[in-house]
């Protein structure tokens, strides 16, 4: 018998459960049968939707955390670059400003650093086999988007009449995922709000 073979059987318990799993049987059901009270499971089955979720704001924080900006001017160009496009960027800012809830690009920019930094809750819808979206919500009154890029689809304040995130995105059968957000995120927005306050 080889070392290989005998360090096999220690992974898995003993022979017989060895040769069960070579036999192709489930290794989690070889487990959990003889230890019932304490199931193993896979490490996705674990964190669920939420890994999908700290992988898309772990894209978003390598786009922002090298927020770096001497004048207004600098910082809307900034904020610019985590839309699709500057065309995205515009078409979204000349909405806001139709809807009259924000002054200007520059005021777009702090609103939405605003929420960010200050959000209580985050939704995620998860697709198998289209983008997800993941949503920031601050005090229930502004909200920001982004897609499993982490790029930012739109930021807006809350409107009554639109179909409201999670009951969309239900509809279109995706798997909504909501949790509260986590700090080491806002800080790091607090520190761009903290940057944008000296401009």
């Not at 078409?91 to 690009?105: P, T, Y």
């Amino acid at each position: 018998m080889t070392k290989f073979r005998k360090k096999q059987k220690e992974i898995v318990g003993s022979y017989q459960k060895l040769a069960e799993f070579e036999s192709s049987k489930n290794i989690e059901r070889i487990f959990n049968r003889l230890r019932p009270k304490y199931p193993i499971r896979k490490y996705i089955n674990v964190v669920g939707y939420n890994s999908k979720m700290k992988h898309i704001e772990q894209k978003i924080l390598s786009r922002v955390t090298s927020f770096e900006a001497n004048t207004k001017e600098e910082a809307v160009a900034y904020f610019a670059k985590l839309w699709h496009s500057r065309i995205a960027f515009e078409k979204h800012v000349k909405k806001r400003l139709d809807e009259g809830v924000i002054s200007d690009e520059y005021d777009y920019l702090q609103k939405t650093i605003e929420c960010l930094a200050k959000a209580d809750e985050y939704i995620l819808a998860a697709y198998e086999k289209s983008w997800d979206r993941l949503r920031y919500a601050s005090n229930g009154d502004w909200f920001v988007i982004f897609n499993e890029d982490g790029i930012i689809l739109t930021s807006h304040k809350k409107d009554e009449t639109k179909v409201p995130f999670e009951q969309k995105h239900a509809q279109l059968g995706a798997k909504l995922q909501k949790g509260k957000v986590d700090e080491k995120f806002r800080e790091v927005f607090k520190s761009i709000q903290a940057k944008l306050g000296k401009l």
